[in-house]
């Protein structure tokens, strides 16, 4: 039921100056730009409830868009409690599939196509079809430029050129024309399958909609009013499918931050929010800055971590910590440096107990990381003294297989003439004397798939399961605490609601995640190991854009925490090896200045091999050049091969062909990605100096201590094969 009039003061009163600003904005374009914290879902849901209750538009008539299902589902809870449920919140995947499913028979004739869920076998399909190993890593990268490409709205035709203009490179050792014959290669595996994939629900959509007035009439008489959260992470596809949409109306509200732009690598077309008003003349624009979320010190710490990059600073709202208060945990935050990767993760582990015993929920934890391969070394720290945690990846934890079945299999139970018997409580049974009996009960369910009271010490899918399971059961023993009279039919059907709404149950454990999945999520304390030079910026990020957008993927990372952030980096991968990391350049200015610093202030950064222990000043580096034509090289990659784009490689190319050889099945026989072993520019350099012998290795970038006693001997041995 909509607000009656009398009931606007009261819609309004919650909200501050800025986000009423936003409520009272109900007609024509209107852009929120609205930074980390700031209430922007409170703020666009009370405005489509205050549109609603003046009458600018009526519920069914209103279209919210998000990026997640799980931010819809909050959307539609907060729209039934402000008294609007009948608005419509989705994603733009799930409102497309849903206009392309409804009217596919009218348009094309028959049912409509299979959603391919998972691409990966149809990739690998396709580059097996070229010629191309299909191992894993192949086809995750694959798979992810193939994503880019279309919802860049590219071709094969298009995608060669488009990706040499924008500098994307070699995708998994592959040059950009047989990047175009591989996604040539999977539009027609996908086509002889008669399937789709989510990006083909948006093109299709679009299509649909532009070729058929009497199709974008009914949508359109649908759909008046639009909301368009994350407008910043918004692709060429998507803003079509808006376009397409909207029509010739402007109600059109955008609700974004520059600040949190971290998936332009994903196709993300991040001007789309700078050009909004630009394009729509008249628009309405708003800043929220004030923050809720966090205390002033995590507030400031996101601050300065962006640095004079951005014109849009927070402000905190939240008191600071109070001289001489008892808070449990510290609220300033910590910075620390380790000697290595894996005494990093025992002190990580050390805080994260220490948070716990002071009385810290430990699903109010999370360890936030640039890449999953830093992940390892954490859940083995964090296993060894005992802490549960579950790893957060991109996948819906409905549609994970083992939670349907695992629903399938209560559903049978509560549906059962007879309840399931209760398992007993001898030694090694999955349930606890003091567990309620609905507990009992799920627990004597899901120990058919496999549940069992302790998580299993390896990692990986058997790992996955266990949580999934596990989560499960917590998500129980949450509903008997909060109402003792619930039944098995009452956990199933909650289940299901939570199923449509893609509200997942929370396991009691940290949060293991990296920093993109942790995007719109938030914790009271968050740890953030890894911040050095390599990792954060991550070496990849070859272009002053590409670094900035990793210091906006920093600043998301801080700003997930309510309470405090633990910022911590390691001089040596391994123990016992080169301590010649620093920290990331992303704190310069926000960390305190080590004892070094101190001593020596002039001088600007630490030395590359101390991380600021020793006095030792660092030397200015000379700019490298490139050995062609003199020229200043910019990339990791440039300053390996020692040359720029424009000069030509002075290698043989059967030299190099026979080192990518063997480089290809070195890394096969180790099962790491090829670059782990050596990059190509790395391959490039020693093409072109050819050793004889192994000592002529050293100084070659890219060739280590490690590296050059690991695979020294076999690189000369290529060499002379070769030669």
Request: glycine share 8%.
């Given at each position: 039921?909509?607000?009656?009039?009398?009931d606007?003061?009261?819609?309004l009163?919650?909200?501050?100056?800025?986000?009423?600003a936003?409520?009272?904005a109900?007609?024509?374009?209107?852009?929120?730009?609205?930074?980390?914290?700031?209430?922007?879902?409170?703020?666009?849901?009370?405005?489509?409830a205050?549109?609603?209750?003046v009458?600018?538009?009526?519920?069914?008539h209103?279209?919210?868009?998000?990026?997640t299902?799980?931010?819809a589902?909050?959307?539609?809870?907060?729209?039934?409690?402000?008294?609007?449920?009948?608005v419509v919140?989705?994603?733009?995947?799930?409102?497309?599939?849903?206009?392309?499913?409804h009217?596919w028979?009218?348009?094309?004739?028959?049912?409509?196509?299979a959603?391919?869920?998972?691409k990966a076998?149809?990739?690998?399909?396709?580059?097996?079809?070229?010629?191309?190993?299909?191992?894993?890593a192949?086809?995750?990268?694959?798979?992810?430029?193939?994503?880019?490409?279309?919802?860049?709205?590219?071709?094969?035709?298009?995608?060669?050129?488009?990706a040499?203009?924008?500098?994307?490179?070699?995708?998994?050792?592959?040059?950009?024309?047989?990047?175009?014959?591989?996604?040539?290669?999977?539009?027609?595996?996908?086509?002889?399958?008669?399937?789709?994939?989510?990006?083909?629900?948006?093109?299709?959509?679009?299509?649909?909609?532009?070729?058929?007035?009497?199709?974008?009439r009914?949508?359109?008489?649908?759909?008046r009013?639009?909301?368009?959260?994350?407008?910043?992470d918004?692709?060429?596809?998507?803003?079509?499918?808006?376009?397409?949409?909207?029509g010739?109306?402007?109600?059109?509200?955008?609700?974004?931050?520059?600040?949190?732009?971290?998936?332009?690598?994903?196709?993300?077309?991040?001007?789309?929010?700078?050009?909004?008003?630009?394009?729509?003349?008249?628009?309405t624009?708003v800043?929220?800055?004030?923050?809720?979320?966090?205390?002033p010190?995590?507030?400031?710490?996101?601050?300065?971590?962006?640095?004079?990059?951005?014109?849009?600073?927070?402000?905190?709202?939240?008191?600071?910590?109070?001289?001489?208060?008892?808070?449990?945990?510290?609220?300033?935050?910590?910075?620390?440096?380790?000697?290595?990767?894996v005494?990093?993760?025992a002190g990580?582990?050390?805080?994260?107990a220490?948070?716990?015993?002071?009385?810290?929920p430990?699903?109010e934890?999370?360890?936030l990381?640039r890449?999953?391969?830093?992940?390892?070394?954490?859940?083995?720290?964090?296993?060894?003294?005992?802490?549960?945690?579950?790893?957060?990846?991109?996948?819906r934890?409905?549609?994970r297989?083992?939670?349907?079945?695992?629903?399938?299999?209560?559903?049978?139970?509560?549906?059962?003439?007879?309840?399931?018997?209760?398992a007993?409580?001898?030694?090694?049974?999955?349930?606890?004397d003091?567990?309620?009996?609905?507990?009992?009960?799920?627990?004597d369910?899901?120990?058919?798939?496999?549940?069992?009271?302790?998580?299993?010490s390896?990692?990986?899918?058997?790992r996955?399961?266990?949580?999934?399971?596990?989560?499960?059961?917590d998500?129980?023993?949450?509903?008997?605490?909060?109402?003792?009279?619930?039944?098995?039919?009452d956990?199933?059907?909650?289940?299901?609601?939570?199923?449509?709404?893609?509200?997942?149950?929370?396991?009691?454990?940290?949060?293991?995640?990296?920093?993109h999945?942790?995007?719109?999520?938030?914790?009271?304390?968050?740890?953030?190991p890894?911040?050095s030079?390599?990792l954060?910026?991550?070496?990849?990020?070859?272009?002053?854009?590409?670094?900035?957008?990793?210091?906006?993927?920093l600043?998301v990372?801080v700003t997930r925490?309510?309470?405090v952030a633990?910022l911590?980096?390691?001089?040596?991968?391994?123990?016992?090896?080169r301590?010649n990391?620093?920290?990331?350049r992303?704190?310069?200015?926000?960390?305190?200045?080590?004892?070094a610093?101190?001593?020596?202030?002039?001088?600007?950064?630490?030395?590359?091999?101390?991380?600021?222990?020793?006095?030792?000043?660092r030397?200015?580096a000379?700019?490298?050049?490139?050995?062609?034509?003199?020229?200043?090289?910019?990339?990791?990659?440039?300053?390996?091969?020692?040359?720029?784009?424009?000069?030509?490689?002075r290698?043989?190319?059967?030299?190099?062909?026979?080192?990518?050889?063997?480089?290809t099945?070195?890394?096969e026989?180790?099962?790491?990605?090829?670059?782990?072993?050596?990059?190509?520019?790395?391959?490039?350099?020693?093409?072109?100096?050819?050793?004889h012998?192994?000592?002529?290795?050293?100084?070659?970038?890219?060739?280590?201590?490690?590296?050059?006693?690991?695979?020294?001997?076999?690189?000369?041995?290529?060499?002379?094969?070769?030669?």
């Amino acid at each position: 039921m909509a607000h009656a009039p009398a009931d606007v003061p009261a819609l309004l009163a919650p909200l501050d100056p800025e986000q009423r600003a936003v409520a009272e904005a109900v007609r024509g374009p209107v852009c929120v730009v609205a930074g980390a914290g700031t209430g922007k879902t409170r703020a666009i849901t009370h405005r489509v409830a205050h549109a609603v209750a003046v009458g600018a538009t009526a519920e069914e008539h209103v279209l919210a868009v998000t990026f997640t299902a799980r931010a819809a589902g909050e959307m539609r809870e907060r729209l039934r409690r402000l008294g609007t449920p009948r608005v419509v919140a989705r994603t733009f995947h799930a409102a497309a599939l849903r206009q392309l499913q409804h009217f596919w028979p009218a348009v094309v004739g028959g049912p409509p196509p299979a959603l391919l869920e998972h691409k990966a076998a149809v990739v690998a399909e396709a580059a097996s079809r070229l010629g191309i190993r299909p191992d894993r890593a192949v086809v995750r990268d694959l798979s992810a430029e193939l994503e880019w490409a279309k919802v860049s709205l590219l071709t094969p035709a298009s995608y060669a050129s488009a990706a040499q203009r924008l500098g994307r490179g070699e995708v998994a050792g592959q040059e950009p024309a047989v990047v175009a014959r591989v996604l040539e290669a999977y539009e027609d595996a996908k086509t002889a399958r008669g399937v789709i994939d989510f990006e083909d629900v948006l093109l299709l959509t679009v299509a649909m909609l532009r070729e058929r007035d009497d199709v974008a009439r009914q949508v359109r008489s649908r759909y008046r009013w639009f909301t368009v959260d994350e407008y910043q992470d918004v692709s060429a596809a998507q803003q079509r499918l808006l376009e397409a949409w909207v029509g010739e109306r402007d109600d059109v509200c955008v609700v974004g931050d520059p600040n949190q732009t971290i998936y332009t690598f994903a196709g993300a077309d991040a001007s789309l929010l700078d050009g909004f008003a630009r394009a729509h003349p008249g628009t309405t624009t708003v800043h929220l800055v004030r923050n809720y979320r966090s205390r002033p010190e995590v507030v400031a710490l996101g601050n300065g971590v962006l640095g004079a990059t951005s014109g849009v600073r927070l402000r905190a709202v939240r008191a600071g910590a109070e001289p001489g208060g008892t808070a449990p945990i510290p609220t300033a935050p910590t910075f620390t440096e380790y000697d290595d990767d894996v005494a990093e993760a025992a002190g990580v582990a050390e805080r994260v107990a220490a948070a716990v015993a002071a009385g810290v929920p430990r699903q109010e934890v999370a360890v936030l990381v640039r890449t999953n391969g830093q992940l390892e070394v954490l859940e083995e720290a964090l296993g060894e003294r005992g802490i549960p945690y579950v790893v957060r990846g991109g996948e819906r934890f409905f549609g994970r297989r083992e939670v349907r079945e695992a629903v399938l299999l209560l559903r049978g139970a509560a549906k059962a003439d007879e309840p399931r018997p209760v398992a007993d409580t001898a030694e090694g049974s999955a349930t606890r004397d003091e567990d309620p009996a609905l507990v009992r009960v799920v627990t004597d369910v899901l120990s058919s798939a496999g549940w069992s009271p302790d998580p299993p010490s390896g990692r990986g899918q058997v790992r996955d399961r266990w949580e999934s399971l596990a989560a499960l059961v917590d998500h129980a023993r949450r509903l008997a605490a909060e109402r003792p009279e619930a039944g098995l039919p009452d956990l199933v059907a909650d289940l299901e609601n939570r199923a449509a709404q893609q509200h997942a149950p929370a396991l009691d454990g940290v949060t293991l995640a990296t920093m993109h999945a942790a995007k719109g999520l938030e914790w009271d304390v968050v740890l953030l190991p890894g911040l050095s030079e390599g990792l954060v910026p991550v070496s990849m990020a070859a272009t002053p854009a590409a670094v900035e957008e990793e210091r906006r993927l920093l600043y998301v990372g801080v700003t997930r925490a309510r309470e405090v952030a633990h910022l911590s980096w390691a001089r040596a991968r391994t123990p016992g090896g080169r301590g010649n990391r620093r920290p990331s350049r992303f704190l310069d200015g926000v960390r305190p200045r080590t004892a070094a610093e101190q001593a020596h202030p002039g001088r600007s950064r630490t030395h590359a091999g101390d991380g600021g222990r020793s006095g030792r000043t660092r030397r200015a580096a000379r700019p490298a050049l490139c050995k062609g034509c003199g020229g200043p090289l910019v990339t990791a990659a440039q300053r390996t091969a020692g040359r720029c784009p424009d000069c030509p490689p002075r290698y043989d190319a059967a030299v190099y062909e026979a080192l990518r050889a063997w480089r290809t099945r070195t890394a096969e026989e180790a099962g790491v990605p090829a670059y782990v072993v050596f990059t190509d520019a790395t391959l490039e350099a020693l093409a072109e100096r050819r050793p004889h012998e192994v000592a002529e290795l050293v100084g070659v970038p890219g060739v280590g201590s490690v590296k050059l006693d690991r695979y020294g001997a076999d690189v000369v041995k290529v060499v002379a094969g070769a030669g």
